[in-house]
């Protein structure tokens, strides 16, 4: 069973069409890249699969249940990072957390420990028991990416995760996306650097105007237009439409 399903899904705002009947796949256990510039529907698609926007047409499914007509059930197993994320500033990172956490069902009992781990896998520990409002954004937005983690779920949607990152940021949060999946769970990421995406995912789609016009794993992409990486394959492919 796919861990995600898009078919022939469409998305209209007035005269504009974020998607035009996109459909794609995304099997278990995989890293998922999902690249495209401003405005090509990566968000809009997101937000479909997570239930904030509904589509105009189409079918989109997690886990083979529709995140339309049931979205309570789906998103109890989505996690999820959108792009712009909102956090108490007068929190510190460790009770923000602890909330997310009891929300999501998870028990009290244990839950400052997953907390500690999750802080030393992304990098932020000793900002656990600071104020949100006097984080860097970089590290705003590890807080942001660990409690999409931190319930466990089967799918984890981001929207650019590795933005405000550092090099060093970056490459712990591409690690913990890229284990997480090895566990047999699902990443999907929308981003537009595509130096991550050829670090870390098993396939990739490429979005252009609401519609997919390639997809295949990095390698596939760069022999089929013989290109050097995936900034080279987007910029060829992109051009001709």
């Known amino acids: 069973m796919p861990a995600i399903e ?4 469409v998305k209209e705002y007035g005269d504009v069409k974020a998607l035009q009947g996109l459909t794609l796949t ?9 690249c495209g510039p401003n405005g090509a529907g990566k968000s809009t698609t ?14 989109a499914k997690v886990l083979g249940i529709d995140a339309v007509e049931n979205g309570v059930e789906a998103r109890a197993h989505i996690g999820y990072l959108p792009e712009q994320y909102g956090m108490p500033g007068w929190d510190t990172p460790r009770k923000f ?8 069902g998870l028990s009290r009992d244990g839950l400052d420990e997953k907390i500690e781990k999750m802080a030393k896998e992304i990098g932020f520990t000793e900002y656990l028991d600071r104020r949100i409002k006097g984080l860097s954004k970089g590290n705003k937005q590890k807080v942001g990416i660990a409690q999409a ?9 981001f929207d650019e995760p590795t933005t405000g990152l550092d090099p060093i940021g970056r490459n712990e949060v ?3 996306m890229k284990a997480y999946a090895k566990q047999g769970n699902t990443v999907l990421f929308s981003t ?3 130096t991550d995406v050829e670090k870390i995912c098993d396939e990739v789609c490429i979005l252009y105007k609401g519609k997919m016009i390639e997809d295949g794993t990095p390698g596939e992409l760069r022999q089929k237009h013989g290109a050097r990486d995936l900034d080279e394959v987007f910029l060829k492919v ?3 439409e």
């Open 174 to 176: 591409l690690a913990a």
């Open 238 to 240: 992109a051009q001709h």
């Open 46 to 59: 997101i937000k479909i699969l997570v239930g904030l926007v509904y589509p105009t047409s189409g079918t």
């Open 97 to 104: 957390l602890k909330y997310i956490g009891i929300l999501s």
């Open 149 to 157: 983690f931190l319930h466990e779920p089967k799918v984890i949607l």
């Open 6 to 9: 898009i078919i022939d899904v």
């Open 192 to 194: 537009h650097i595509l």
């Open 26 to 34: 995304v099997d278990e256990g995989k890293v998922f890249g999902f």
